[in-house]
């Protein structure tokens, strides 16, 4: 006998559903988050089951990689893509987990990529950085905002960062002073973390061929390769370059019938670190390659500048689809010849 799990997986708990062939719950139960007691509640069923599916929710890594350890075949479902039948009056957490089972044993379960932790230990290092930096830019823009609304004086970017305490102290008086000497010293010590984290993920990525190959377009320097490179994992999962530039949000989202716009489809369907980094590679592209810089003036002179950044960046994603997979580095002929 076939048997199917499906684990409904929350902050605090998971439900835990198994099924046979004909959807006959063998086993049902609420377990709260801890792996010893899920895998025992799974070991009596380990040699009948075909898979394992958990759901794609912010805390899945420990539940997958530990499963995974155990000898189970675990399968990551696609919860953006999975859609519950639209007559159904009630649910619960106990027929959400029927219901992932009951798609592994149709086959037709959506499944996300199940990275190896060793790359998504360093990615999610990157995202880190990501966020470290947003952080930084909050401190500096609200820096600026205080002294021009106290001053009248508005400072650059690069004036901001030269500010030292005495130089807050002499534009600001008490109390407010202290307010912009705590934001600068926020933006120091967010620049020391950032400056950590890039030095370990580089030191990760020395051995990493791909990242080498990413970082030979123009523009694309450290960040943007190393965003690239692992956000995209192993190219091998994507069947086209379309595929890929689909899944880095690089495509349009229209939808045309009779030649008419009926609508758009979802636009945050994809990778938004993806997204981020090649529009960041077409800006910087346009402006170190004299081909592409061409080729975005010539889409700019007839649409939007945001529609001619995202064709370009939508060439990139397919230029890095068939440099990754083929293992050749940038050719500028062959993507904007």
């Known amino acids: 006998m076939t048997l199917y799990c499906g684990i409904d997986l929350h902050a605090n708990n998971s439900v835990i559903s198994v099924l046979d062939e004909r959807d006959h719950v063998h086993f049902e139960k609420r377990l709260p988050n801890d792996l010893a007691a899920i895998i025992d509640a799974l070991q009596p069923f380990k040699n009948e089951l075909l898979a394992c599916v958990v759901e794609s929710t912010y805390n899945w890594y420990w539940l997958v990689d530990g499963l995974m350890d155990r000898g189970f075949d675990v399968r990551l479902a696609h919860t953006g893509a999975i859609t519950q039948y639209a007559g159904i009056k009630y649910t619960n957490d106990e027929t959400d987990a029927r219901h992932l089972a009951h798609l592994l044993r149709l086959e037709i379960l959506p499944e996300g ?172 592209a346009a402006i170190w390659s004299p081909e592409i810089k061409r080729f975005y003036q010539k889409r700019k002179a007839k649409r939007h500048i945001l529609v001619a950044k995202k064709t370009v960046a939508n060439k990139l994603a397919k230029a890095c689809y068939h440099m990754l997979s083929k293992q050749e580095v940038f050719n500028v002929q062959r993507a904007f010849g």
């Open 113 to 284: 990529y199940i990275m190896p932790r060793d790359q998504r230990a360093v990615r999610d290092l990157l995202r880190r950085r990501m966020l470290l930096v947003h952080q930084r830019t909050l401190h500096l823009l609200s820096l600026q905002s205080l002294i021009v609304r106290h001053t009248g004086e508005r400072l650059s970017a690069n004036q901001i960062k030269a500010l030292n305490r005495e130089k807050i102290a002499q534009k600001l008086s008490p109390p407010i002073q202290l307010g912009g000497q705590i934001s600068m010293m926020a933006m120091q010590w967010l620049n020391g973390a950032v400056d950590q984290l890039e030095q370990e993920i580089l030191k990760q990525l020395k051995e990493n061929k791909g990242y080498g190959l990413l970082t030979t377009i123009p523009g694309v320097g450290k960040i943007l390769g190393s965003t690239i490179v692992l956000e995209t994992g192993d190219i091998g999962r994507f069947a086209t370059p379309g595929n890929y530039a689909s899944y880095a949000r690089c495509v349009s989202t229209e939808k045309i019938s009779n030649g008419k716009n009926k609508g758009r489809g979802n636009k945050k369907n994809g990778n938004k670190y993806l997204a981020w980094a090649f529009m960041e590679a077409a800006h910087y």
